[in-house]
């Protein structure tokens, strides 16, 4: 079946710089991506998504991006605090056939203070 | 805001047992879905519910079985429980024609 990647397990920052957690997926006629954040202990936790039809969207703190034509997408965490050590996996959704997301395995991000 | 309830934190249970993992939405969601997490494997679907009584195999339905008798609650079962069934399962929800899915914390499941 198709799959969703991500390029870097594990990623390392210092408190206040930026993170960018990849993503690659392989289904072209995905149409709609979604990040999850998920801490110690805890399930995943909804933090942004972006639909097909656009390449940039912005949150709190947080973008995600979009290139289609290399079928990437990235997480961009603003200012990375520790509260944002977690695992951060994507999703990508076929929305006119199965609702059901293809996970990505996901990247550790740690932020030493 | 969405809660979904998972009964146990963490279980312990023996080979050859019979293991019932339950979980509960407060959303109405019609769907539901089990998946188990392993390191380095990511979220696997292993069974999910688009309605009551309805239920779908997912990516790896083997040595388990579901049950979804009320709308909010969906059961996992494991029928005789082996130590490869050893893993984190989390239960989702969803709300018919939206996304995203919904998370509970997981049960930490150990199989001696």
């Known amino acids: 079946g198709e799959s969703v990647g991500l390029h870097l397990p594990t990623l390392s920052v210092q408190e206040g710089d930026n993170s960018i957690i990849n993503c690659a997926y392989s289904?072209?006629?995905?149409?709609?991506f979604i990040w999850y954040k998920q801490e110690s202990g805890k399930g995943p936790q909804f933090i942004i998504d972006?639909?097909?039809?656009?390449d940039k969207r912005q949150g709190q703190r947080v973008t995600v991006l979009l290139n289609k034509t290399v079928k990437h997408l990235s997480l961009q965490i603003a200012a990375t605090q520790p509260g944002d050590s977690a695992v951060y996996f994507c999703?990508?959704?076929?929305?006119?056939?199965?609702?059901?997301?293809?996970f990505g395995r996901g990247t550790s991000l740690i932020v030493h203070p | 805001d969405v809660k979904v309830t998972q009964s146990s934190r963490y279980l312990v249970k023996r080979t050859g047992e019979k293991v019932f993992l339950e979980c509960v939405q407060d959303?109405?969601?019609?769907?539901m879905f089990w998946y188990r997490q392993d390191p380095g494997l990511g979220l696997r679907l292993i069974y999910f519910?688009?309605?009551?009584?309805?239920?779908e195999k997912g990516d790896i339905p083997e040595g388990y079985s579901v049950s979804r008798e009320k709308k909010e609650r969906f059961s996992l079962i494991l029928e005789s429980a082996s130590t490869n069934q050893t893993s984190m399962y989390l239960c989702?929800?969803?709300?018919?024609?939206?996304?995203?899915?919904?998370f509970g914390d997981g049960t930490r499941l150990s199989i001696l």
């Open positions: 999703a990508e959704i076929l929305s006119g056939g199965s609702y059901i997301p293809t």
């Open positions: 289904n072209s006629a995905s149409d709609y």
């Open positions: 972006i639909r097909s039809n656009m």
């Open positions: 959303m109405d969601h019609e769907n």
């Open positions: 519910s688009y309605d009551v009584k309805m239920k």
């Open positions: 989702a929800s969803l709300d018919r024609g939206s996304q995203p899915q919904h």
